[in-house]
């Protein structure tokens, strides 16, 4: 059964639950004091009643001659008082009387220990009211040797209705001890019981708590390890499939919806996850935008179809009611000596070749998978060696003013030469950004570029501005600028032979970074590219708040620009005529074909960068494209 508790925020549960009991232990206090009071106001109505009645009964008259024992009269109100030691948590009945500002007591009903005729008494304040005509009660309970009790007190008249005395009624409160302890134990009793009902609500919500994902409210990756560990103890867990799930793009889409609607959004991607799953099947959040569903063997076509596009509402947000957000699935059929972890392991690995595979976004994983890893491992553990031993060498493709079919400028491109094989960058640029050891990489290829720069001024071959590419991780330094302008500066170049090229990512990992970054190069007269530009969610943005000079255009858009269905010839032309209405530079990467060239003289691109003209060169080779730069 799930208690409503759960339904809240479990944080609030437990806020709930301890003001709850805190709040019914107060009650308690109160009941407990209040029944009491009224007990004792209830005994002391009774004790009144009493003092009142055996008043009435005596004869005021005869009792003014009483002057001892000896007295007829003494017996008979003696008798007429007796009569009361029966009654209920009466504990003394007695006469007294007030002769010349001395109390003294008549008539002692007690049998045990009777105070004598004629003894005196000292006069107490709660009696005075009883001498002068008033039904009067103790205020306090008093507290002797014989135990707590409470007086009441009631006049006796003569026939003349004067006060000739007073009775008094001494009543215990043994039987309101004793019911008020019945009553505080039934309290404690609900008390502790109901304690208990907080502490088990407390355990439970804090193994939902420690179970379950904060921000989306379902499982998370502990719960998950408990459930993958229950189903592996029954031989079960071999009859799931693994299927690890993130949203494509999340890092661009958080960027556009910002951080509070990024958060709404893996709200409902969580929620909508959760839908998917039937009896007996599980998914978690297990950080970030990751979720594991362990769904039974067979259904994964069906869950799939679910997945992409997925419909979530984001007006509050966005401004958007049908969101559509697509997500990347790495997939595992679980094996009969698997556990978790390897689950976890190989849909990660599957996941992960997803973003390596051009239109695939479901990926079953595979044993290459395995060796692909060991050889990212091998990358990066021979990388620093392999920068050390100049294993890596820096190449430059050419970009060419199609108007007039010269040499314009390049981009450097680094290859990773090893015994005589050219490793493809394709294979270890992205493991090293991914590793983080790109930044080393990049600024290793950015001095050299200034090296053959200062070496081709002081040979006299006139240098073209070089682009150099900046991973986004860099964006993180906040000396980035001032390490860049350092290595120019001790190279003594020309800024406008030099250009920093970042991807349109870049602006999505820290945008305040960049947009310092490209201020500072501005100032320092050193241009700024940003490259791939259309494959990111926001790039008009971009160029509206980033002033950078140089805009590449993915060659993507080229891919399906001879398709008419595709429209794509009309999309590259008005991208091109947009940027260069925003006053930038406009080049083309990827041209192959003298179509393409014809295509864009007529957009009035000038500038192409690709295999028509020139695959990336030796430093040697691109030397003597320098020298004779008409093509």
Known sequence: ??????????????????????????????????VGEMFISQSRTNAMGLAVIAANEIDGDKFETIRSKDNDEFYEVYELLDKYKDFNMLQYIYTMRMEDDVLTFVVDADPDDPAGCGEEYNLLEDMIPAFHGQVCCDKKLTKDKWGKFFSAYAPIFNSDHEVVGIVGCDITTADITRRLAILRNVIVCLISVFAALCLLMLILISRDMVNTDSLTEIANDNKIKNVAARLKRKNKLKDYTGMLVNIKDFKYINQKIGFNGGDELLREYAGQLKKMTRKGEFVARTGNDNFLMLIKKGREDEVLKKLSPMDINMSAYAGLEDFKIYSRCGMYSVGEDDVL??????????????????????????????????????????????????????????????????????????RWVKEGTIISPARFIPVLEREGKIIDLDFF?????????????????????????????????????????????????????????????????????????????????????????????????????????????????????????????????????????????VICEGVETEKQVMFLKGTECNIVQGYLFDKPLPCYNFEERLKTPVY
């Open 1 to 34: 059964m799930k208690f409503i508790f759960f339904r809240m925020k479990q944080r609030h549960s437990l806020y709930i639950m301890l003001v709850s009991l805190l709040s019914f232990s107060l009650l308690g206090v109160i009941i407990y004091k209040s």
């Open 341 to 414: 972890s390897s689950v976890m392991n190989y849909c990660t690995l599957a996941v992960n070749s997803t973003r390596k595979a051009e239109n695939d976004d479901y990926v079953w994983y595979e044993d290459f998978m395995i060796k692909q890893l060991l050889e990212d491992k091998n990358i990066v553990a021979k990388y620093k060696e392999a920068l050390k031993n100049g294993e890596f060498q820096v190449y430059y493709q050419p970009k060419v003013n199609i108007d007039t079919r010269t040499l314009c400028g390049a981009e450097a491109l680094v």
């Open 445 to 585: 290829v950015f001095e050299q570029v200034c090296k053959d720069i200062r070496r081709w001024m002081d040979e006299g071959i006139k240098p073209v501005r070089i682009s150099s590419n900046f991973s986004k991780l860099h964006l993180k330094n906040e000396y980035l600028s001032e390490d860049v302008l350092a290595i120019v500066r001790r190279y003594d170049i020309d800024t406008a032979y030099i250009e920093i090229e970042l991807t349109e990512s870049s602006g999505y990992s820290d945008f305040d970074a960049l947009q310092k970054f490209v201020r500072d190069m501005n100032e320092a007269g050193i241009y700024t590219s940003i490259d791939d530009f259309g494959t990111g969610y926001s790039s008009l943005s971009m160029l509206k708040d980033i002033d950078v000079n140089v805009v590449k255009i993915d060659k993507s858009f080229f891919d399906n620009m001879e398709d008419e269905k595709q429209h794509g010839a009309n999309l590259v032309g008005n991208v091109i005529r947009m940027i260069k209405d925003l006053d930038r530079i």
